[in-house]
């Protein structure tokens, strides 16, 4: 009949209305900024350094001024100047660190080469958005004290990854603490049974703990 | 205005015991004249702001059936309170009339700035001869009906010369256009309310409200829309209406995507406010005359909902009609230049043709007895009914229901 | 003769006369809309609403489209619409015409006997209009409705599409 459409047509559109006001599927504006949209937990923007606390951010960066994602970079947004000094980092192994690390974010494109590269877990993908500036030059270009975030930030806002990360990094640290123990108390026997015999033999230069921190070739880190 | 007879309640006399107070110092001479100017000014206010309010509430409306929320951040001046959008049109307002009046170099300025002001003017003349309460139409013409309607189609002169004035081919394409559409529906428009003329025996508006009243059974209001011939003719009378306010789904002549904004192209600021300010205006005006050929005007549906005061009967029926305006437009999609003419002219005339008859049949067969008015109701709705179908059923032939390939159903 | 009806005259014979003088065909058009608007004017001063309304609604609704469609329709360019200037010929001619034309009216008005109104003028309600014309003068009614369906129904098959002998259809 002529006008059986029109009249399941007005009845969708009563339904939406009406709905509109207590199905939240017929109601989804998110009223920003007022209210803040839910990003999924792989949304990526730009990068931060993780600190593994906030107490003292410089002090505890993972970052140990490899270069690595600055090599990476594509679009070359990454500057970083190593320091001339070098401080213990997590397992107490003196490592260099960055003097200055500076990424210029009106450069990068997000690409997370410089996350998938680092063998340290010390760059990661922040998911902050809002960054509108009025001065491009001095406001986008992120340096290392903004850069910096703790570890328990990186968990709020990838708690999967971050997870991983964590419990990859204590396996590791405990591995080596191992191995640390083992090497020292061979050390400490084959040190104990020749010293009567070469009292007087030179004594032989300290060497640098066997077990440098284990290096294994780290999978991409799981993101995105 | 009529004077109130002292049986009504108090508040159905409110308006006229105010009216009194403000004028009744002056010398009678003098009162004539006063009483006409209040009256027109709270036409104009009353209409004024409720076109101020219907455009918010048309877009909170569609906002909700199109699942967000309409604006809701204008905020109150110099309070910075959001208040739910209700300070939108006001902000609405000062934008168009802030707003760079922008006249085209060739465009011929006296008529470029006649344009709006001719189709508002003869839009709200309209609004002298609807009845909105008991005592309270502002003019009693013999004719009213048809002072209405030709006024209505002087409106259709200020389109044709916003389009010309403009001189932009465009504009004057979409402006004949425009008129070609007007010109369509006029006839069914026309048509339509013949019949109620037909019934009543008056052109008068405040006759054709008395002729309404009275209840059948006690309680079913005597209204012309609950007649077959009057249900048949407020349909046609409200598509018509649709299309001579240029409304959706008839709203080819102002949309975006048709000829830049059609006649309104070379329009920016205040005088595109004015073409939207006169484009509701018609449609408040038309649908109040809607209410008063068919809906009863002022009367209430029920004998003990009598207290209630005539105007505010018509307030709600007004608001009804106009809330039906915007579930239409937000649900249908806009017909086509050839679409619409053709159900102009092809449906809704025979249609409004056969309903005159259908009336004819209707009002002779008033004075049967008993059962024999069930006979006369089954054989006008059956008049009614029978050349609906089988029009809908020439006018869709050759167009089968669609099927959707990739749609879940 | 009141005000009011000078007003009126005023303005009806001003507007068409300036129709006649501009060089824009629109404006002329419009301007002759505005003298038509004035005689409606003068049918309320004169008492008989229902003809000023029917005017209104006839010739300011319906003629003025046909005339504006027409000037516009037949137009070739934007140029065609400025009227050419007048010959001397054209001028003589004119007064001539005219002159007769307004000698015939001016006769015509001058020779009939004017009868006295009466003292209360007659209250016409649009109902006893329509007794009037579907009752005596029901036939003229009916003269102009057959006239005018054959006009509409002339002016659709003009309109109509036209089918040439190899079947293309040509509009």
Redo the contacts between chains.
Sequence with gaps: MLGSGLIHGLAVTAKNFVGSFHDPARYTTVEYPEVKPKVPENYRNFPFLVTENATDPMGTLRCVACQICEKECPPQCIYIEKSKDKKPDATGKLQLYPAVFDIDTSVCMSCQICVEVCPFDAIKMDQVFEIATVDRFSELLLDREQLAKPNTYYHAIHPTEAAEVDSRLAAEWKAAEEKAKVAAAAKAAAAAKPAPATAGTPVATPQPPATPRVEAPKPPAPAA | MTTAATTDGILERAPQLLRDAVTGFLPAPWQWLANSLIGIAVVLGVFGLLFAFLTLAERK?LG??????GP?RAPLPFLNIRSYGLAQPFADGVKSLTKEDVVPREA?RV?HFLAPVALLAFSILTFAVIPFGRHLVLVE???AV??F???G??T??AV??AG?ASHNKYA?LAA?RA?AQL?SY?LPLLLSWVPVVMIA????TTAIVDAQAGWTLGFIPQWHVLTPWGFCGFVIFMVAALAEANRSPFDLPEAESELIAGHLTEYSGFKYALFFMAEYFGMIALSGMAITLFLGGWRAPLPFLEFIPSFVWFGLKLGALLLGFI??R???PRLRMDQLTRFAWKFLVPLSLINLATTAVWSLSAGWSGPLQLVRWAVCLALVVVP??A???T??AGVAPRTYRYAPS | MSTAFFVIVFLTLGAAAVAMVLRNLIHSALLLIASWAGIAAFYLWAGAEFVAFAQVLVYVGAVSMIVLFAVLLTRRSRADLVVSRDTLGRGVAAMLVGGSVLGLLFGAVLSTRVVAPPSATPEISVRDLGAQLMGPHAAAVLVVGVILTVALLGAVVLAAVDRDDAGRKTP
């Design positions: 409306i909700r059936v199109q699942n967000r929320p809701n011929d008529l013409l013999d004719a048809l002072y309607f030709a006024a189609a002087a259709e002169l044709f010369m010309w004057l004949m008129l010109i006029e025996g008056t052109l008068s579930w239409l937000a649900t249908f609906f179908l029009l809908g059923r006018l869709s």
